[in-house]
């Protein structure tokens, strides 16, 4: 098990070497680098509990030691035609992530596909030609680079959350 100073010390040393640690996950077509200080669990087993009249991006909520945490699934969000016609036979794995920990409104569940793996990346500006969704390059931080050769746009989960939460309230004051 790593210690706190030991952490400490690989995040002082991934700051001068200009890289970060992040699970690469995959997000339909696209592979997604999320910061690996924001993620705070990883999780096969979960109950999905439904949020009545929520959007189809906005799939429920788990129970997350004692905290209701929302879970968004970001390929139903970024491409929501494409999210309906994916195969059912593989229950996505959920990110948990936060970033303060403790009972906060940041807390979220990003939910995903296939094996995560954790990597160092370094980061470089998203290509001009990368086919991606407006919003996710909007949601993206940049391209990081590991050095095996594997990309992955660098997810902003500050702006994950500040756009679901905007979508949200846009829905609650049409529906007012």
């Known amino acids: ?61 788990t129970n997350a030691d004692g905290l209701l945490v929302p879970v968004i699934d970001l390929f139903m969000l970024l491409d929501p035609a494409a999210a309906r016609m994916r195969g059912v036979d593989q229950k996505p794995r959920l990110l948990m992530g936060s970033h303060s920990p403790g009972d906060n409104e940041e807390a979220l569940g990003l939910l995903f596909t296939g094996l995560p793996r954790l990597l160092s ?9 990368l086919e991606a969704p407006p919003l996710l390059r909007q949601m993206a931080r940049g391209l990081a680079l590991a050095p095996d050769g594997a990309a992955a746009i660098a997810l902003d989960t500050r702006y994950v959350i500040d756009h679901c939460i905007s979508q949200l309230d846009t829905l609650r004051q049409a529906s007012a």
């Open 1 to 61: 098990m790593e210690t706190a100073s030991n952490a400490i010390a690989c995040v002082d040393q991934d700051a001068a070497e200009g890289t970060f640690s992040a699970y690469q996950i995959a997000c339909g077509p696209w592979q997604l680098a999320v910061d690996a200080q924001w993620a705070t669990n990883l999780l096969d087993n979960y109950v999905l509990h439904p949020i009545p009249q929520a959007p189809q991006w906005l799939p429920g909520c």
């Open 121 to 129: 990346f370094g980061r470089a500006a998203l290509p001009a030609n």
